[in-house]
Every structure is written in structure tokens, then in C-alpha cells.
């Protein structure tokens, strides 16, 4: 899969008002995720390092105590095993995250 076609990829609700699509290969996996306005990531931790750039939309990220109004083409590192957490204003907002290793568990069939 050298050329992923996000139309032909299903999504997976991570949990409500947000949504996912992945792409993967042995180190890394990829996802567009889809935040509906006003939706909340509640602070949470794992042992994945996570990069990430916001494509539409803001997004307010809160890591390891600090906490930033990111904006289209503003991009972001989590490390591994830091709690973090995520909200959404008045819009709909447009991410797309890599975590390294592979997320097993955001693996669509």
C-alpha cells in the first residue's frame, strides 16, 4: 500500500464526535482524524511517541501540563507515556497524527 487512498479507507470512531482513518507499516502508522466542533479528548497517556500537524480547524492540546491554540500547519510532538489531552472549539477540526510503534489497536480490518 505505497499509496493509500484515504476515500477508500474506513473510518473508526475513536469515541464520539471524533473519528479516524489509518494507514500503517512497520514502524509507524498514520491517522486522519476528524474532530467534530466541541469535541474532547480527555487527558490520557501511552507509550507510543505521537507527531502530528493540524490540517483544519483549531485544536487547544494540553501535554504535560502545557497547553497551545494550534492552528492549520502547526505541529506537535507527544512523547511516549505523557498524559495529554485535546479539545476542539466552534469548528470542525482536521489532524493527522503518526504514532511509532504501530497502535495495534487503531488498526482497521
Not at 4 to 24: C, H, K, Q, Y
Not at 60 to 67: D, I, R
Not at 77 to 85: F, K, Q, Y
Request: hydrophobic share 40%.
Amino acid at each position: 500500500m505505497f499509496f493509500p487512498n484515504l476515500d477508500e479507507i474506513p473510518s473508526r470512531e475513536l469515541m464520539p464526535g471524533i473519528v479516524a482513518r489509518t494507514f500503517w507499516g512497520d514502524q509507524m502508522l498514520c491517522a486522519i482524524v476528524d474532530l467534530a466542533a466541541n469535541s474532547n479528548l480527555p487527558l490520557h497517556s501511552h507509550p507510543h511517541e505521537q507527531a502530528g500537524v493540524v490540517l483544519q480547524g483549531e485544536l487547544e492540546l494540553t501535554v504535560a501540563g502545557e497547553t497551545k491554540l494550534l492552528v492549520p500547519g502547526d505541529t506537535y510532538l507527544v512523547p511516549g507515556n505523557v498524559e495529554h489531552s485535546a479539545r476542539t472549539g466552534n469548528m470542525p477540526t482536521r489532524v493527522m497524527d503518526i504514532f511509532s510503534p504501530v497502535r495495534e489497536e487503531y488498526k482497521h480490518p
